[in-house]
């Protein structure tokens, strides 16, 4: 069998974030396309969500580099006062200071690198980077989807045992909304996603 290529991580300073952009926005289109994102993506629309993010004097990006120092995964976080509306909105209805949470974001790794840790050094080094600004919390979402859903495969593997051995658990009452465009639609529709949290 063969062996899995190396990686190199690295966090990326806020000059070198700016300069990844493009990557972390064909790497996004590339892995959310699958199982259960299923986001039809667009350059336009990267261009703008990920401007808002980098503009967060807080954002982290991991870089996950190849041999060639070719970036084939990334993990991004900031605080999640500075994220998008939509998943600072149920914390703030449930009487929680969404100033106090760090966001961890995406996680994206094109397949061919997956099951060498990388996971893992994703979220080691986002909630080291949200300890070293003063966060106590780490928080993301999970997309809800139906079981039934005509495009799950069959083969798939929730990430949830993953994250529940990161220590993460599912918040109580804490789901968020979001709008894509699924593959396959015309237009945008709103997606239901459950927070997952933990002590940092």
Do not use: C
Request: charged residues 25%; aromatic residues 12%; negative net charge.
């Amino acid at each position: 069998m063969a062996s899995k290529p190396d990686l190199g991580f690295s966090v990326l300073s806020a000059d070198d974030i700016a300069l990844a952009l493009d990557d972390l926005a064909r790497l996004r289109i590339a892995v959310f396309a699958g199982w259960p994102y299923l986001y039809d993506g667009d350059a336009a629309y990267e261009a703008g969500y990920l401007s808002r993010f980098a503009a967060s004097s807080g954002a982290v990006v991991v870089a996950a580099r190849d041999a060639n120092g070719q970036m084939v995964g990334a993990a991004t976080a900031a605080p999640l006062a500075d994220h998008a509306d939509e998943f600072a909105a149920p914390f703030a209805r449930a009487g929680l200071d969404p100033k106090t949470f760090f966001y961890l974001a995406e996680s994206v790794l094109l397949p061919g690198f997956r099951g060498q840790g990388a996971g893992r050094k994703f979220f080691e080094m986002r909630e080291a980077a949200g300890r070293a600004q003063g966060f106590a919390h780490a928080v993301f979402v999970s997309v809800i989807r139906p079981a039934d859903h005509p495009s799950r495969p069959r083969d798939y593997v929730p990430l949830d045992g993953f994250w529940r051995r990161l220590g993460y658990r599912p918040l109580d009452g804490l789901q968020a909304e979001f709008s894509w465009r699924d593959l396959g639609e015309t237009d945008e529709s709103v997606k239901r996603l459950q927070v997952w949290g933990r002590d940092l």
